[in-house]
Each structure stands twice: as structure tokens, then as C-alpha cells.
């Protein structure tokens, strides 16, 4: 059967975690990359056991199935994995390995040290879908070349209990994906592959240092309302869709890096991070920088299903000649909190920050935010700093800049919501650096100046109903265009 002698360094560390140690080649796999291993695989299919593929290149032209195993290793020693072309391959043109299936998962499994060869033409090919009950370890596995056959993509990770726990650290796909209808299979796939795929998880399942390029349909994509997943690290760039979805109970992208500088012409909506169907969802210490943006390609969007977010210390930019925003809360959306980090907004307009109109009265709090940059603007608006339609929102220690780009009108700030309150903020615009067309909203010891020496700090509309402005400094004074019951305490006006 090809079991390893006892003087293997390699029996040696995996002594103590399987029964057997099987040296794949040594049992009759072709480390030439010539002849298909599957074959081999299937005749060692066994529990307990750690399969080693030493140094060489390992053809597969049809999937190596295994579920409901206990405990199972594959491991690479510098050894790259062949996929067949999309015309070769035998049978369901979905996987390499499938290991463990939600109805029968397996119970612990490691996977790492694989190259993945896909740089020939009509290849690429889901290399790994694992589902494991208690304890899922992926490594150092990473796919060189576009992924253009249309089948699904490079990975598949879920566990399948709620006690349960996976890491997958250092999956790379950087190449990315091609749209389906590019590819052979054109027609039976919508859009193309998902970079990585975890949205049947329960379980804790962290991603570690992974990597992904362009892919049609999404890059990484987690957004099971169970379970918990935690991206720790890595680079997501140019995926169509978003290049982070996320939900869960708990879950959060951290120091990581998302970016987006190329749009294909399949490319709708290039989102860097969206959040969804989960309680308390985090973005902590994430740069995320849009260059290229279509006016749907938000930095960060919170959606309607997100039940409860925290933005922390994220590092934003948005740059290009189209209309872009830069993080959007939607009207369904739960408590919101922004805190730390900044936005630089350079599109040819757009909001940096948009919090959507709604009678939802979750509470939106700001602090310690910084918006700038020089924006253009648009026959249909968009020109505003941070636009709020919500009621009950805080802003505290916000600076907004908004000069305008080549001479465009840009507002700091747009109420449309009531009760609002904005404390120890510095506003500055091109056009007016705070508009109220709310009720009960408040500006505190704050700083309010447009750039235009002729136009007043605020404005007021007529529908107003109880503005409120005490100890503030207020350049050029208030346009009060027929508010009612405005309270003015302690500012002063230059």
C-alpha cells in the first residue's frame, strides 16, 4: 500500500495523528504529471490516514471523493496538482478533492502544500470542497493561473458544527477568474466562479493571509447567519460583486487589504467589503482602495440584513471619473458604528459617507472620522460629504473637507434626517459645509466654513423645525431660509 518506513521524518510528525502514513507515489501515483492519480487515490482510500505527495507534478482527471472519514491528511511536499482541461476532465466537472459532504461531513481533515497548475488553456477547477464536523485545517495552497473553464471555483469551506472550528491559511488564488460566458461552459454556470465559498459554515472558520484575484462572481463569499468567520489578513482585489461578503454572529474582516484598479467589461458592481445577514459584523484596521470604481462599487456597504456593524480604524479610498460612494448604510440596516480611520473621496462625485433615508431608528454613531478629498458632481446631485437621512444619529470629533474638484459646488454635510446631533466637528465645503432639512438636529462646539468667502457656514430650509447651535464657530452666519424655532446660544459668526 505504499506505507512510509518507520525512518521517515515524515512518519515522524504525523506519527501521532494517523494509523498509517501512505507515500502516494511509492503506491503507484505518477509524479510525472502524465498519467491521472485519481485512480490511485481511490485504491488507498483509507480512514486515519496521511496521504504525502513528495516533490512532483500529480495529473487529475476526475474528483477523489471521501466523506464521512474521522481523520484524514493530505500533504505536499513542494508537489503541484494538475487539473485536466474542461474537455478531459471525467465526470461532474466540479473538484479535485471533495472531501466530506453537509449530510455525511467528515470530522477532522488537514490539506496543504499544494501548487495548483492551471495556467493551461480551459482549465481551473474547484480544488478543494471540504466539510468538516469538528476540525478543518487548510494551508499554503495556491493556484497559478486565470481560472477560465467556467467551473466552480478554487475553494469550498464549511463546518458543520456549531462547536466545531477550521483555519484556511494562505489560500491563494491570485490570477482570478474569467465570466462564464468566455469559457466552454458558457451557459450553465451564472457568471462564473467564487474565489472561496463558505456560505453553509456553522462553525468558527478564520481565514488567515488568503489571496484573490478577479473573480466574475464574488471573491470571497461567507454570508451563512450562522456560525462565525473571522478574515485575518490577506488581499482581496477586482471581484465582481463584492470582494468580501460577510455575515454571521460575530464575524469580522481584519488587517486585511482590499482593492479594486481594474473593471472588466463584465464587471456591474465592484464592492470591497458587504456586510449581511448577522449580528454584530466587524471591519477593523482594513485599507480598502477603489480606483476604478462603477457608481456601485462601494467601499463598504451594510445591508439591509446586517443586523448590527462596527467600523473600526479603516483606511478608505476612492479615486476615478465616475460617480462612486465610499460607505453606505441602508435604510434596514441595525445600529451602525463608525469609529476611527477616514475616507479619502476623489470620483467625480458620490457620498463618502451615505447613511440611507428610513424610518428604521437603529442609531448610527460616527466618531473620530475623517472625510476628504476633492470630488466633482453630477446634474443629479451627489454632492455631499455625509448625507444623512436617518434619525437619532451621533457625530463626534468628524472633520469632513470638501473643496470640490475643479471648481464643483460640494456640501460637508446634508441632514435629511431628524434629531441628529453633531459635536466637536470641523466642516468645510466647497458650496455650504452643513445643510439642514431635518427636525431637532444639533451642532455643537464645532467649526462650520465654506471655502466660497460669500456663502454662509449653515443653511436652513424652510420645513426646519428646532436647529439647535450652541458654542459653535459659524463662518458668514446662518441662511435661514424660513425655519421655525431655531435655538442659537453662544457661537460666533465671522
Known amino acids: ?35 491521472s492519480i485519481t485512480p490511485v487515490l481511490e485504491e488507498l482510500r483509507a480512514d486515519n490516514t496521511a496521504f504525502v505527495f513528495p516533490e512532483g507534478r500529480y495529473y487529475m482527471d476526475s474528483q477523489f471523493r471521501f466523506t464521512g472519514f474521522e481523520n484524514i491528511g493530505f500533504f505536499g511536499e513542494n508537489a503541484t496538482l494538475v487539473p485536466a482541461n474542461y474537455h478531459d476532465f471525467d465526470g461532474p466537472q466540479f473538484r479535485l478533492f471533495r472531501l466530506g459532504v453537509s449530510y455525511n461531513p467528515g470530522r477532522r481533515l488537514r490539506f496543504e502544500g499544494f501548487d495548483v497548475d492551471q495556467t493551461a488553456a480551459d482549465t481551473g477547477i474547484r480544488t478543494i470542497e471540504a466539510t468538516v464536523s469538528r476540525d478543518l485545517q487548510v494551508r499554503d ?94 488581499r482581496f482585489a477586482n471581484s465582481n460583486g463584492a470582494n468580501v461578503r460577510l455575515g454571521g454572529a460575530g464575524s469580522r474582516i481584519q488587517n486585511a487589504t482590499v482593492e479594486v484598479d481594474r473593471t472588466r467589461s463584465y464587471d456591474k ?14 471591519v477593523e484596521n482594513v485599507d480598502i482602495s477603489i480606483t476604478s470604481p462603477q457608481p456601485t462599487s462601494h467601499a463598504i456597504s451594510v445591508i439591509n440584513t446586517c443586523r448590527q456593524a462596527r467600523i473600526e480604524d479603516a483606511s478608505i479610498e476612492v479615486r476615478g471619473d465616475r460617480v462612486n460612494h465610499g460607505i453606505v ?125 460669500d456663502l454662509e457656514a449653515v443653511r436652513l430650509y424652510p420645513d426646519v423645525d428646532g436647529a439647535d447651535f450652541r458654542v459653535n464657530r459659524i463662518v458668514n452666519g446662518i441662511d435661514d431660509l424660513g425655519a421655525s424655532d431655531v435655538l442659537t446660544w453662544r457661537n460666533t459668526y465671522e
Open 1 to 35: 500500500m505504499g506505507i512510509v518506513s518507520g525512518a521517515s521524518t515524515t512518519v515522524a510528525a504525523f506519527r501521532e495523528e494517523y494509523d498509517d502514513v501512505v507515500d502516494v507515489v511509492e503506491a503507484g501515483a505518477d509524479d510525472t504529471g502524465e498519467t
Open 141 to 234: 495552497v495556491t493556484i497559478r493561473g486565470e481560472h477560465d473553464s467556467g467551473t466552480w471555483g478554487p475553494g469550498m469551506f464549511a463546518v458543520s458544527d456549531s462547536d466545531g472550528q477550521g483555519v484556511v491559511e494562505r489560500f491563494r488564488a491570485p490570477d482570478g477568474g474569467v465570466h462564464a460566458d468566455q469559457t466552454p461552459n458558457a451557459g450553465n454556470i451564472w457568471r462564473g466562479p467564487i474565489g472561496i465559498e463558505a456560505n453553509t459554515n456553522v462553525g468558527y472558520l478564520e481565514f488567515r493571509d488568503c489571496e484573490l484575484g478577479g473573480f466574475p462572481d464574488n471573491g470571497l463569499y461567507a454570508i451563512n447567519d450562522r456560525g462565525t468567520v473571522v478574515v485575518d489578513g490577506g
Open 269 to 282: 458592481s465592484q464592492r470591497g467589503v458587504r456586510l449581511e445577514n448577522g449580528d454584530d459584523l466587524r
Open 329 to 453: 448604510v441602508s435604510p434596514e440596516a441595525g445600529e451602525t458604528i463608525i469609529a476611527g480611520g477616514g475616507i479619502v473621496h476623489e470620483t467625480a462625485g458620490g457620498y463618502p459617507l451615505w447613511i440611507r433615508e428610513t424610518d428604521k431608528q437603529d442609531r448610527v454613531l460616527v466618531e473620530r472620522f475623517d472625510v476628504s478629498g476633492a470630488a466633482g458632481v453630477t446634474a443629479a446631485g451627489l454632492r455631499d460629504g455625509i448625507r444623512c437621512g436617518r434619525d437619532n444619529c451621533r457625530f463626534s470629533h468628524v472633520t469632513v473637507d470638501q473643496p470640490g474638484r475643479d471648481g464643483a459646488d460640494r456640501n460637508a454635510v446634508v441632514l435629511t434626517g431628524d434629531d441628529a446631533t453633531f459635536y466637536e466637528c470641523t466642516l468645510r465645503a466647497s458650496q455650504y459645509p452643513y445643510v439642514d432639512l431635518g427636525d431637532g438636529n444639533h451642532l455643537r462646539d464645532s467649526e462650520a466654513e465654506s471655502y466660497d468667502g
